[in-house]
């Protein structure tokens, strides 16, 4: 769809997973729709690339997070002939740490588990008092605390010090991290293939003054009655879409409470005969406090690892240039399998979702006191704009899980509204 139509019922506003979903439970429930993207694309934060490599990579979501309560993992799990997909669903283990370019015993490794289980409890013990804090006041002092702050940031997108353990601690954690051959935005894209997307059509504009809703977007005005708004909370609190009449201070408030964390990819194509590439499913390397990443060799013996960095580290690579990030990837690659390894890597490329226009980070983290703005965002204004998104999501936050539940959502709220029962069984498309 090249121009959106002048008048629908719904209109959607981002052709990520959240707008998405909403989309086919709009469709299916007989429903004019137009689904407007400001990108040349579909998939927003979940986006597979087969052109950087010779295989498939992720630039965003690649895991299928909690699979036991993840509806999307429950698609993927069909068979291929009928949308499924193959899995990769083996456990992730740290077969390998690393502390300063150091490689940790078995000792240390199953020391450091220990704490994670340690941590986990306070962070739940503390997320259910009376006052909200930061992550960081409430990690059980040990010496893995460092490590453990860096595997916050990157969980969070933001640093353990500016992220509230309430939020985290309605995270609803279930076993299984499950990764999709051929990647999980390739197969998301493929999940939603028929639905109409108009791309290159930034929305400027939602006016709810009148009956009618006007939407306003770089390629014309729509009509409707009801809005569905997917963009994340990077891209409202940069105001790139105008209100009419303004939102209100609690919605301001709730976006403030809720900004756009960091987690940039650095893919590694190695030498394929590179033989001692298997000696780690993953391995995390610091240097001092405050720079760290985490190396990961990937699934389905394909010749890729990802580095991720994460958090202020993260937005310092990103400001310092196209490479800042792969150098210190590279780094850490000599620092835990020696300098040979190095020249094993043969091809580089690292995300930037910072500096995305669209995203303007990679998802959304909640300061300390703002763990109740997820709902507060999620609430609709009146019966004309519903809001959908991963950061509308309580349990499922940065996810793509949760960005598919949160359009289900917003689109049976407006079905309800409009007296249509939703579909519910299966958790279908
Ligand atoms: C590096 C990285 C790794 C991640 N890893 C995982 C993972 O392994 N597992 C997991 O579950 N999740 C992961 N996530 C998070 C997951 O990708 C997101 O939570 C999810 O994709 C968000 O979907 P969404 O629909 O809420 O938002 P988005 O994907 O941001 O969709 C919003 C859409 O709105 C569009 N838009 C913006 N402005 C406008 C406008 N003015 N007009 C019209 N359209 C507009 C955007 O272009 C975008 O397409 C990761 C994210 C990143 C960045």
């Not at 007989?30 to 295989?55: M, N, P």
């Not at 960081?136 to 490590?147: C, E, H, K, N």
Request: charged fraction near 20%; hydrophobic fraction near 40%.
């Amino acid at each position: 769809m090249t121009v959106p139509p002048a008048s629908v019922d719904v209109v959607v506003v981002g052709a990520g997973v959240a707008g998405l979903s909403a989309a086919r439970a709009l469709l299916d429930a007989g429903l004019s729709i137009a689904v407007v993207e400001a990108a040349d694309r579909t998939g927003g934060r979940c986006v597979t690339d087969a052109t950087i490599f010779d295989q498939p990579f992720d630039l965003g979501g690649s895991w299928l997070h909690s699979a036991a309560i993840n509806p999307l993992a429950r698609l993927a799990e069909r068979p291929l002939d009928g949308g499924g997909a193959i899995l990769h669903k083996a456990p992730w283990d740290w077969a390998s740490v690393f502390t300063d370019g150091r490689r940790l015993s078995g000792a240390e490794t199953a020391d450091y588990r220990q704490y994670q289980q340690e941590m986990e409890a306070a962070l739940q013990r503390a997320g259910a008092d009376k006052a909200d804090c930061p992550v960081d006041a409430v990690l059980p002092p040990s010496q893995w605390q460092r490590t453990a702050r860096h595997w916050v940031a990157q969980m969070q997108g933001g640093d353990a010090d500016v992220v509230s353990v309430r939020d985290v601690a309605r995270y609803a954690e279930a076993p299984g991290d499950w990764l999709v051959q051929g990647g999980l935005g390739a197969w998301i894209g493929n999940l939603f293939f028929d639905i109409p997307v108009c791309l290159n059509c930034p929305v400027t504009r939602i006016d709810h003054t009148d009956e009618q809703t006007r939407v306003v977007t770089a390629r014309g005005d729509i009509q409707c009655r009801q809005t569905v708004l997917t963009v994340s909370t990077g891209v409202l609190a940069a105001e790139h879409i105008m209100f009419d009449p303004p939102l209100s201070d609690a919605k301001i408030a709730a976006i403030r409470q809720l900004p756009m964390g960091l987690l940039n990819k650095v893919g590694l194509a190695f030498d394929p005969d590179w033989s001692d590439a298997g000696q780690g499913h993953r391995a995390d390397y610091a240097v001092g406090d405050d720079q760290y990443c985490t190396i990961e060799f990937g699934a389905f013996g394909g010749n890729i690892a990802t580095g991720f960095v994460a958090g202020r580290f993260a937005d310092q690579l990103e400001a310092a240039g196209p490479s800042a990030a792969t150098d210190f990837c590279l780094q850490a690659v000599e620092q835990l399998f020696g300098s040979a390894a190095r020249q094993r890597i043969i091809r580089t490329f690292e995300t930037a979702w910072r500096s995305n226009h669209h995203t303007r980070g990679s998802y959304s983290y909640a300061r300390p006191g703002g763990a109740d703005a997820r709902s507060e965002l999620a609430q609709p204004i009146g019966d004309r704009i519903f809001f959908a998104g991963e950061a509308t999501m309580t349990d499922a936050y940065a996810t793509v899980h949760g960005a598919y539940q949160s359009g289900r959502i917003a689109a049976g709220r407006i079905m309800a509204l409009r007296g249509m029962a939703p579909r519910v069984q299966p958790p279908g498309v």
